[in-house]
Every structure is written in structure tokens, then in C-alpha cells.
């Protein structure tokens, strides 16, 4: 069997035990990751920056005993350093070049991972599709003319085209579960706290945003958490230590648990058969499993607090904005897309006395959610209201021209004129997916589980959200799914190697 083959069909996991043996070697690896990386580069357009002379001469090098020894591996290119790499952030906007190394990828790199590539993600991570006019459409491996979702979606469609097992990501909101259900992927929202973000910053959004990664199985997910979690000498808070090893959790049976399902839109918007159908899938899973699920309602979630949410987004794309101009020197409203100069003249509107309110009202809605589910040990609910989108589906086809001409009459106008352009923000953007925001601003873990192939040949899944600090319970109650529902030999079948 080829190489190349055997990168397709293993996991992280199995990779690093044959190298461990002496069965493969990493120089091997590395190769057949780049050839494949190069082979499938024209039809799913998911590589920002190839690092392939940094990953040969890791490879040469590399100790055998480490954990993840010589598997190849993928860095989003967006919001954490690779020293001596350009980091574009999916935008026009001149690239930075880090001098230092993230914590995360120090610590990517002791557990023996490769760098191979950096993946695309669209500009600052603010559309739930990876398409952006520096790098271009991320295409789907299941069906190229559907995307691969956001904003992790070239982390996940290199993962789901077999060029590495597993690839880091992040999420603000839902940017590791949206792709992870749109390529047939298990993806883990962490808990707030769990993985530092530092040196770069002590946190991102206000907090919602978080980093791990979108894997093929439930144990190369566990067992990455284990050698990346847990806060360093600058973070500025930590989630709660895990009672033993998360791998442990993964392999161990979760025992009767009490679930519970959601299955209502916060924005009162259609949900497609397809995603009542995975849902219903999930339950069914849950309940082989031994499980009981009840449904529930969500009252403190709705259009209100979806659109705190796009608020709080908006003062932070503002100010992102104004960090970059002070970086390049110049200002960058020419180098960005329309819908982020929109979002951000949409978030210098907004006063810094509205931004804490919202964020009072979105925490104090996580509050009452965090109540109202505390006696279950996890809650299903879709992450996507549709099976992924054909590429350019979310194109705003000249609604933020409109926007933007209306902010030019009403620039510093009161806030009450502007709400109904935030409704109109929240609808056009997260139509597709208004689940996920709810665990990034209460900080909750939630993990996305491929369960349902729709009748056009699309992976839908479906996520598990979990009390605060526990992904233990999660990631237990995820690999018994991943085995009743036979999913892990599951792959992209357009990539089969020859």
C-alpha cells in the first residue's frame, strides 16, 4: 500500500504509532502529505502558504517517542504565529511576519506534529464560508461546488481530502463546527480558557473566540487536547482542569447519560429537512447509546441575543480595523472586502456604553441558559439550518453597497437608527448557521459529530454542547456516537488516492 494511501485511511493517532514502530517514517509522511497537499490544491484551493522546506527538515529530525511523531499537520492562517511565516488572515492587507512562535504552536510542535502547510480562511475569520478575493473560494472535498464552511474551512477541507488527519482551527462563532459538519469532520469548540491564545493576545472577541482543531476521529481530537490544553504564565484565566485525561474520556463508556434536544432557530428562521433529519439521527444514536434525550426550549436565546451578538462582533472588527491601520501605517479600508469595512463602520457606530450593554445582556442570558440545561449532561442541536452551501451562496450580491451607501447619511446617527441594519446583518449572515454563537458568549465546550449524509452526497452534522468546563463528558459521550454510527472510515469519496 502506498503512503499516500495510508495517510487517507489513518487517523493522527494510528499514523504516530506506525512511525513510533519504525513502520513508516516521518520523512515518508511529510513527502505523501505534500504531494497530496499539491495534488488536490486545484480543486479545493485550501493552502494559504506552503511550508514544505521547513516541514523536510523537521521531518529529518524528528524524535520518534513524541506522541503525534511525524504526523503533517496544518496551521489556520489567522490569529496565532508561526515564526518567520507571512499571516494573512485571508486578507489584502499586508502581511505580518511574526518573530516569535505562538503557545500553541510550541506546544503543536512538541507533541511532534509537522507543519506542512498554513490553511485559508476567509478575511479575519468573518464568514461562515471560506471564500476571499486574496486567496479565493476553499472548496468542498465531498462536492467541490459546495463549500467547506468557516471559518476553518481550509483546516477542514484539507483534513477531509486526506492531506493531513488533523489541522488546527478556531472558533468565535462557529468557526470549528460549521466546517466540521459541512466535510464530515469531528470538531471541538473548547471550553473559555482551555487553550491560551497568548502571546499574541489574552483574548479575542470579548472571549468567545477559541482555538483547538477538526480531526477525522474522536480520539486524535482527545488526545491533541491533552498535549495542547491548559493555560500559560499570560493567560489571563483558565477553564477548569479535567478531572483525568481527556484520551482517557474518549475511550471509556460514558454510562446512562441525560440529554437533552434543541431543535428551534434563535432567529425563528426555515431549518431544512436535511438538518431536522441529522438531528433526529443524532437522537437516535444518543439513544442506542442508552441515553435518554428530552426536547427543551431555549427562552433566553432569540433574535435579541443574536443580535448582541453581531454588536459585540462589529466593535471588535472596529478595532481590529484601527490595530492594522496603526500596523501597516496607512489606513486599510481600501485593502479589506466590503463586508468587513461594513461590519467595521457598523462597529464604530455602535458607543462603547451600547457594547457593554450588550455584553451585559449576553451574559446574562448565558446565565440563565447555563441554569436552565445544568441537570443535563450535554444538549443536541444543529450547527447548520441547511446542508452546505453551493460556493458564492452567501455573496452579498450588493446588500453591503447598500449598507454602506445608508452609513454614509447616517454616520453618527443614534443606534436606534441602526438596529435595523443589525437585523439585517444577523439574517444575511447567520442564517446558515445562528446555533453556534450561543456556546461561544456562554464559553460552553461543544463538540460537532458527523452523523447524516444528506441525498446529494453532503455530510451534516450536528453538534453536543456540554456544561462549562467539562469536554470529559463530551468527548465520552462523542466516541460512543463515532462508533454505533460507524462513521470513522467514512471519507470524502470524490479524494480517494489512486
Known amino acids: 500500500m502506498s503512503v499516500e494511501r495510508i495517510l487517507w485511511q489513518e487517523d493522527a493517532t494510528g499514523l504516530a504509532g506506525l512511525v513510533r514502530k519504525g513502520e ?27 511550508l514544505y522546506d521547513a516541514a523536510r527538515a523537521r521531518a529529518k529530525s524528528i524524535d520518534r517517542s513524541l506522541p503525534l511523531a511525524g504526523v503533517p499537520f496544518a496551521i489556520k492562517d489567522l490569529g496565532i504565529a508561526i515564526k518567520g511565516v507571512p499571516t494573512h488572515g485571508g486578507s489584502r492587507i499586508p502581511a505580518w511576519l511574526p ?26 475569520g468573518l464568514r461562515l464560508m471560506t471564500e476571499s478575493r486574496a486567496f479565493g473560494i476553499t472548496r468542498n472535498p465531498w462536492n467541490t461546488g459546495h463549500t467547506s464552511g468557516g471559518s476553518s474551512g481550509g483546516s477542514a477541507a484539507l483534513v477531509a481530502a486526506g492531506v493531513v488527519p488533523v489541522a488546527h482551527a478556531s472558533d468565535g462563532g462557529g468557526s470549528i463546527r460549521v466546517p466540521s459538519a459541512c466535510t464530515g ?200 439550518a441547511h446542508p452546505p452551501l453551493a460556493c458564492g451562496a452567501m455573496d452579498p450580491k450588493g446588500a453591503d453597497e447598500l449598507i454602506e451607501n445608508l452609513l454614509d447619511r447616517l454616520h453618527l446617527t443614534p443606534l436606534l437608527k441602526l438596529r435595523p441594519f443589525f437585523g439585517q446583518m444577523m439574517d444575511k449572515s447567520l442564517w446558515f448557521t445562528p446555533w453556534p454563537s450561543i456556546q461561544n458568549v456562554s464559553g460552553q465546550p461543544s463538540i460537532a459529530l458527523p452523523v447524516h449524509v444528506t441525498d446529494a452526497g453532503l455530510p451534516l452534522g450536528i453538534q453536543a454542547a456540554g456544561r462549562p468546563g467539562d469536554e470529559e463528558t463530551l468527548l465520552s459521550l462523542a466516541a460512543q456516537m463515532e462508533k454505533i454510527s460507524g462513521w470513522l472510515g467514512r471519507r470524502a469519496p470524490l479524494m480517494v488516492p489512486s
Request: charged share 20%; net charge neutral; hydrophobic share 40%.
Open 99 to 124: 518573530d516569535v512562535n505562538s503557545v500553541m504552536t510550541e506546544r503543536y510542535l512538541a507533541a511532534g506534529l509537522i507543519p506542512i502547510v498554513t490553511s485559508t480562511s476567509p478575511e479575519h
Open 185 to 384: 469532520l469531528v470538531g471541538l469548540k473548547t471550553s473559555r480558557g482551555r487553550i491560551p491564545l497568548t502571546p499574541l493576545v489574552s483574548e479575542s472577541w470579548y472571549g468567545m473566540v477559541v482555538d483547538h482543531a477538526v480531526t477525522r476521529s474522536v480520539r486524535d481530537c482527545a488526545l491533541l487536547l491533552d498535549l495542547t490544553h491548559g493555560p500559560d504564565i499570560l493567560s489571563p484565566y483558565a477553564a477548569p482542569p479535567p478531572k483525568g485525561t481527556f484520551a482517557s474520556a474518549a475511550a471509556r463508556d460514558p454510562g446512562k447519560l441525560r440529554l437533552a434536544m434543541y431543535r428551534k432557530s434563535p432567529l425563528g428562521l426555515p431549518i431544512s429537512t436535511e438538518t431536522l433529519k441529522a438531528l433526529d439521527t443524532a437522537v437516535a444514536l444518543a439513544r442506542e447509546g442508552g441515553h435518554t434525550v428530552e426536547e427543551i426550549d431555549l427562552p433566553s436565546i432569540g433574535r435579541e441575543f443574536v443580535a448582541d451578538f453581531c454588536r459585540t462582533v462589529a466593535s471588535a472588527v472596529a478595532g481590529t480595523m484601527r490595530a492594522e491601520t496603526l500596523r501597516v501605517g496607512r489606513s486599510v479600508t481600501g485593502d479589506v472586502e466590503r463586508a468587513t469595512r461594513v461590519l467595521g463602520r457598523l462597529g464604530e457606530l455602535v458607543s462603547a456604553g451600547e457594547t457593554y450593554a450588550a455584553l451585559q445582556r449576553l451574559h446574562g442570558a448565558s446565565r440563565r441558559v447555563i441554569e436552565e440545561t445544568a441537570h443535563y449532561d450535554a444538549v443536541l442541536m444543529p450547527i447548520i
Open 24 to 50: 513508516l517514517s516521518a520523512i515518508e509522511l511529510t513527502e505523501a502529505a505534500i504531494a497530496r497537499a499539491e495534488a488536490t490544491r486545484p480543486e479545493i484551493n485550501a493552502t494559504a502558504q506552503p
